[in-house]
């Protein structure tokens, strides 16, 4: 079956089969006009790699509060071009950044963090009041930010239903009890996720340790964030937002859709930026922060991006919660939304030459090429220039050999959980909601895991799309995916076919957000340690956490009756 019959055919059991895990609720109908969708405009008309990329700044502590270090970030509307042949665009950052400061954290050493709402009334793109948690009285402009990745306190967590309005502020506290990782911050507030997060709400958020610090890995200049998304502007350089459906066309005007994807490539808030390097070793932490855009890179040495690509081979040493067991050698790496990587990159031997970080992941992934006419891939991404001289001596660094990573027992594991992702549709075949076993985040909670207990969870995906799983206050592990039965299933049986396959080596650490493809179970293991108390887990494509692939779970203290 080719992936568009395929499509019709999973529509139809949909459709036609009534099982309790698919079953209907009342939902409000949507009728949309559906405008064509506007050619691109910006990525035929912007010079390429004609600006320096743009390094996040560093943020300090102001001083010290309660025996922590204390920061005080605010939320801002600011004006910034995106690239140097744009009028500057209305942007929304933390401490008027985009991305937001970098945060530097040591293990074992705890910070505390005042996060103050300092946006105007107006929200800088439409509400869709038909979603959840965002119908009046809920004021157009709340915020809560998030650390995530982090085993944080509930209270400090950030979640969804936590938002406050300009002129108001929180104090979180951030433990850092856990080993160094690429964390990043980003906002939550419910239903309205995907409008701050493309506004700008989003950051860095280096934990470091000193087992780290101890690898002599490329540091100060040798060691560059890559925050990367996609982003549309309108002809006067002004963020659009504009969701699909999944053929392609427009949501209506001030709608929810269920993905977007941007016409323009950002890295650190730049449109194709580029970055001259030394013929040296590179650290480069990648993060997608798109809102469901996948992004499939690779290191090209070819001069145009329709040239058969050459590729430059890197290593990547950690995945989203800290350091891989050992470096893994890769020409190609797959970043979900949310998902980053800890990558080395050796240009000693690539004087005088260019290298364009491409990207060949199809919009919706893994989609079907039907759709490649609909929302190309964005091929390039930005470009590094081996054109500097050694500046300094390079420090003796080698590749960590192997570092030892305690396995989460599957011995230990005390129950199996099935979270069943699915898509409601209307008679057309247009997503009206995103759901985990036909919830949405305002049911009450199911899942109530005992502190330091660990369970496996299975995500068993319906939907044609595939689904950046991440659960908060934990960092877990793959397990396996493996292929089901689609038709036995709406029979109400999981039967699995094909071999289990266990994670990419690149992805066999710590994981806090986990890639669960089209009629494929991803199983992962997690040990829930550190806190009791309400917490969520969701998709991370923006568009489907807002409406409505979030759920909470509470943990509970061990001796807490089995719920
Ligand atoms: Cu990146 Cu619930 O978040
Ligand atoms: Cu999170
Ligand atoms: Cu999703």
């Keep these: 079956m080719n992936a568009k019959s395929r499509r019709d055919f999973l529509r139809s059991c949909v459709a036609s089969v009534s099982l309790p895990l698919l079953e209907n609720r ?25 600006d320096p990329l743009p390094i996040p700044q560093r943020i300090h502590p102001e001083g010290k509060r309660g025996g922590a270090l204390f920061y005080r970030v605010r939320m801002r509307e600011f004006e910034k071009p995106l690239h140097s042949q744009l009028p500057p665009a209305k942007l929304w950052g933390y401490e008027g950044q985009c991305p937001g400061p970098l945060f530097e954290a040591m293990r074992g050493v705890p910070i505390s963090v005042e996060w103050a709402n300092e946006l105007p009334k107006q929200h800088l793109f439409p509400i869709d009041t038909h979603i959840h948690g965002a119908a009046s009285p809920a004021p157009a402009v709340r915020t809560v930010p998030h650390l995530h990745g982090s085993r ?122 580029r970055l001259d390097v030394e013929p040296r070793r590179y650290r480069f932490r990648l993060l997608n922060a798109a809102n469901s855009r996948f992004f499939h890179l690779y290191l090209n040495l070819a001069g145009k991006p329709t040239d058969v690509p050459k590729l430059a081979t890197f290593y990547q040493i950690g995945s989203d919660g800290g350091l891989l067991e050992a470096p893994v050698p890769l020409q190609r790496i797959l970043l979900g939304p949310a998902e980053r990587a800890d990558l080395i ?47 300094r001596s390079v420090r003796a660094f080698t590749m960590p050999s192997s570092i030892p990573l305690p396995p989460v027992d599957p011995a230990d594991e005390v129950v199996t959980r099935d979270f069943v992702l699915s898509q409601r549709s209307d008679a057309q075949g247009k ?33 044609d799309d595939s689904h950046p799983m991440h659960v908060h206050l934990v960092q877990f592990r793959i397990v396996e995916r493996q292929g089901f039965d689609f038709g036995a299933f709406l029979r109400g049986k999981l039967e699995f076919v094909g071999q289990p396959r266990p994670p990419a080596p690149g992805e066999a650490g710590w994981k806090d957000t986990a890639i669960v493809n089209p009629q494929e179970v991803l199983t992962i293991l997690i040990r829930f340690e550190g806190y009791e108390g309400k917490y969520v887990y969701h998709c991370h494509v923006a568009e489907h956490e807002d409406n409505d692939m979030m759920r909470p779970f509470i943990v509970v203290s061990a001796g807490a009756k089995p719920a």
Excluded at 34 to 39: E, F
Excluded at 155 to 174: I, K, N
Excluded at 438 to 463: C, H, M, Q
């Design 431 to 463: 997503a009206l909601a995103m759901l985990i076993n036909n919830k949405g985040y305002d049911d009450p909670a199911t899942v109530f895991p005992k502190l330091g207990s660990v369970e496996k969870w299975r995500f068993i995906n319906t939907t």
């Design 152 to 273: 944080t306190d509930s209270r400090s967590d950030g979640l969804p239903e936590a938002w406050f309005t300009p002129g108001h502020s929180v104090v979180f506290h951030y433990p850092n009890d856990q080993q160094a990782a690429p964390l990043w911050y980003h906002d939550h507030a419910l239903g309205i996720t995907r409008l701050n997060v493309y506004a700008g709400l989003s950051g860095f958020y280096f934990l470091r340790d000193g087992e780290e610090l101890r690898m002599n890995l490329p540091a100060g200049d040798y060691e560059i964030p890559l925050v990367l998304q996609d982003r549309t502007l309108d002809k006067h350089g002004q963020l659009n937002y504009c969701p699909t459906y999944d053929d392609g066309t427009e949501a209506a005007p001030g709608r929810w859709g269920p993905q977007f994807f941007g016409e323009l490539p950002i890295v650190n808030d730049a449109i194709y930026p």
């Design 26 to 50: 009342a939902w409000p109908q949507v009728h949309p006009k559906l405008p064509a969708i506007p050619l691109p405009y910006w990525s035929t008309r912007l010079e390429r790699f004609i």
């Design 345 to 391: 990159v050796d240009f000693s031997s690539l004087e005088g030459k260019i290298i364009t970080l491409s990207n060949d992941a199809s919009a919706p992934y893994p989609g079907w090429d039907l759709l490649r006419e609909i929302h190309p891939p964005l091929l390039e991404l930005m470009q590094f220039r081996v054109v500097l001289p050694l500046t």
